[in-house]
């Protein structure tokens, strides 16, 4: 079986302003040295699958061009990791929507003739093995396999919701944040969330691609329109995510998946990483999550003169950090940044090369590249004034954008 994996990664990131002020959401950065779209395509090419398409559109200078650096696979074998930005191939109008986003690029299907496509998101937390999910597909014979996570019946007002039939399987309904869901057959307390990831019957695909093109009614997306039509069709199935078995995994971090489309859900799932067992474990070496890696030294701690002593607890720290006389608690320190000294930073999210004033203190924080905390400034600590400068979510996380002058 010939397969295909297109990767969706057009988002605008609208919710994830300003971190997404002038990058697309699968390239915000994430756990230091990592982006979005690393978590996907490393599924991907942990399953080997390993002929994958990224269809960009939004502010994709800096995705195109992490991928173009970091996922060179060998052209000798046929494998590939390519970008292909919106292109207006059907006329002068971008993408209106994710099954348009695939309608106008059917040029890229024809060249490979697969037997089956795989249409993944690209700004989930999460890991996959697609293998078991593409099985069950075959196995099945359905036309399209829908993953799905359990999440509680109380919460199916903030999901698209899959309905099944009694015995578990063949998707009857998919309905968008529902008021009155039903739940699971073998757990009413229960139900099936659209994970956004799909597998196709290529041909199957196509036809429905095509007479939601002809609809001028429809809004031109998978989750709204092509997969409903396919369940109206009956040939729809669900794949629970809670049987996929990834190696290496642990009781704590198996199925583990955070969609993180605001900054509140951004800044839970990095506070995720750093506990001494983490709810998502970083290294699993069975599955590892690829990126690029820029020629840095180690991490350094320096200073040991009274309360002036480098430290970092319960944190990640990257390559090229300097801790000089501050303390990082609870924090992710991406590669350059720098504390100096008496500085304080907790519970909170740097980005490349934030540097931390002598005295400063950084308290719930997500502060993009480049930011320079002047000496003895207060992150954190006054809402009000922070929010007079910077974002603040609803959670009371104070967020600074990439390259943005901070006044004491």
């Known amino acids: 079986m010939r397969v295909l994996a297109i990767v969706l990664a057009g988002g605008e990131g609208k919710r994830l302003m300003p971190l997404t002020a002038d990058r697309a959401k699968p390239a915000v950065p994430f756990g230091g040295i990592y982006r979005l779209v690393d978590f996907v395509l490393s599924n991907l090419a942990n399953g080997h699958y390993l002929q994958i398409v990224v269809l960009t559109q939004y502010k994709n200078h800096s995705l195109d061009r992490h991928i173009s650096r970091t996922w060179r696979l060998s052209s000798m074998l046929g494998n590939y990791v390519t970008p292909v930005p919106a292109q207006q191939r059907l006329g002068p109008h971008w993408f209106s929507g994710s099954a348009d986003a695939l309608f106008q690029n059917l040029n890229l299907i024809y060249d490979e003739m697969p037997d089956h496509v795989i249409v993944f998101g690209a700004d989930h937390i999460y890991r996959m093995d697609p293998r078991q999910m593409v099985e069950q597909h ?71 691609l095509r ?170 600590f006054d809402l009000e004034y922070d929010r007079s400068r910077f974002a603040v979510t609803r959670n009371g996380i104070v967020v600074i954008g990439k390259n943005e002058i901070v006044e004491r």
């Open 211 to 380: 007479e939601d093109a002809l609809d001028p009614t429809s809004k031109h997306d998978l989750g709204g329109n092509i997969i409903p039509m396919m369940v109206k069709a009956g040939s729809a199935e669900v794949y629970d995510f809670a049987d996929n078995v990834v190696p290496g995994s642990t009781d704590r971090d198996r199925g583990y998946w955070r969609d993180v489309g605001t900054l509140d859900a951004y800044y839970e799932a990095h506070m995720d990483l750093i506990s001494a067992h983490p709810i998502f474990n970083l290294y699993n070496n069975q599955w590892p999550i690829y990126t690029g890696h820029d020629p840095l030294p180690p991490a350094k701690f320096v200073h040991n003169d009274g309360d002036r002593v480098g430290r970092a607890i319960d944190s990640l720290v990257s390559a090229g950090v300097i801790v000089s006389g501050g303390l990082a608690e609870r924090s992710i320190l991406s590669p350059g940044v720098v504390l100096h000294s008496h500085s304080h930073v907790e519970d909170s999210v740097l980005m490349g090369n934030v540097k931390v004033g002598r005295g400063a203190i950084v308290r719930k924080a997500i502060i993009d590249k480049n930011v320079i905390i002047p000496d003895g400034a207060r992150i954190g």
């Open 138 to 208: 075959i196995e099945s014979g359905a036309e399209v396999t829908v993953a799905a996570i359990r999440q509680p019946l109380s919460l199916a007002d903030q999901f698209g919701v899959i309905e099944t039939d009694p015995a578990g399987r063949r998707v009857v309904a998919f309905r968008e944040k529902p008021k009155d869901a039903v739940g699971l057959p073998d757990a009413p307390n229960q139900v099936y969330a659209s994970m956004g990831n799909y597998v196709f019957r290529t041909q199957a695909m196509l036809d429905a």
